[in-house]
Structures are given as C-alpha cells and as structure tokens.
Nanobody
Framework: QVQVVESGGGLVQAGGSLRLSCTAS????????MGWFRQAPGKEREGVAC????????YYADSVKGRFTISRDNAKNTLYLQMNDLKPEDTAMYYC???????????????????WGKGTLVTIST
C-alpha cells in the first residue's frame, strides 16, 4: 500500500523560511516524478514545483521561482521543499504527490497524480 506523508508545515512570519518534507513508501521512489501542490481557501489547487525521477530537471511556478527549492533524496524516499522569503499569499495547504509521468513545464491544471498525501498546512502571518 502506497503512503505519501508530508510534514514541516506551520505558522511563520512573512519573510521567514520553512522546509517541507514528504516521505513516500510502498512504491519504487525513483520510478516516480514528484511534485508539490498547494490550495488556498477558496482557490483552485495549483502546482508549485516538480522534479524528475533523478532530480535532474525541476519546474517552478512563477509565483515561487527564486524563493522555493525542490529537491529529493532517493536513498531516503524523501522529497523536500525549501521555502524562503515567505509571503502571506503563500498561505495554503501543501500537498506532495507522485506520478510516473514528468512534465517539464509543470503538471497541467487539474492533473490527477498517481498518489497524493493528505497535506500540511502553511500559514504566513504579516
């Protein structure tokens, strides 16, 4: 049974940093591209960043480019999202997801990844 579990969310002030982690089990981790998505209250889910199986290719949404860094450790079956210079508009539930297909330009809107975590809440205060 595949499990995807996020951690690291919390409440931070604007300008601060957080690092999210995501551990996947029950699958061959390096067979899967991984992505971070977020959904703010009343808004559609959006793709934040994604990374290819080997980590050799990454994609970032324009809204986070230069502030967020996605990375993976295949030996630990773990995905990371380092988030710096956080802004109130980054407040959302953040989801980790795995898929056998990688989109170098980011996953299409509404794309249903193979496996999803339950999310970790990130709240940025002013």
């Amino acid at each position: 049974q595949v499990q995807v579990v996020e951690s690291g969310g919390g409440l931070v002030q604007a300008g601060g940093s957080l690092r999210l982690s995501c551990t996947a089990s029950g699958l061959t981790f390096d067979d899967y591209a991984m992505g971070w998505f977020r959904q703010a209250p009343g808004k559609e889910r959006e793709g934040v960043a994604c990374i290819k199986w080997s980590g050799g290719s990454t994609y970032y949404a324009d809204s986070v480019k230069g502030r967020f860094t996605i990375s993976r450790d295949n030996a630990k079956n773990t995905l990371y999202l380092q988030m710096n210079d956080l802004k109130p508009e980054d407040t959302a539930m953040y989801y980790c997801a795995a898929d056998r297909v990688y989109y170098s330009g980011g996953y299409p809107r509404g794309y249903d990844m193979d496996y999803w975590g339950k999310g970790t809440l990130v709240t940025i205060s002013t």
